[in-house]
């Protein structure tokens, strides 16, 4: 994976980086890895921004899985961050 050879050479990802690999990963199909994707960005303490749970909510619905779509937006706005003003 392109995270694991940017670590191997010392760099580490950042929100955004992450945000492109979880996105791609969405848009082929791997759901499960882009949340694991966010899993490891919240141990490395990285705060997640709008256009991360953006790609996210997005990657649910694109995965016939709206319940768990609404439950993020619903998480999300609780946390004054309002994921639908990105596109």
Avoid: H, W
């Amino acid at each position: 994976m392109v995270r694991d050879k940017m670590m191997e050479k010392g760099v580490f990802p950042d929100a955004q980086i992450y945000n492109v690999l979880m996105s791609g990963l969405c848009k082929k199909g791997k759901f499960p890895a882009a949340k694991l994707l966010l899993s490891e960005m919240l141990d490395q303490n990285l705060q997640p921004d709008e256009y991360v749970y953006a790609t996210l909510i997005d990657g649910f619905i694109r995965n016939n899985e709206l319940d768990k779509a609404t439950k993020l937006f619903e998480i999300v706005m609780s946390k004054g961050i309002d994921p639908g003003i990105v596109g």
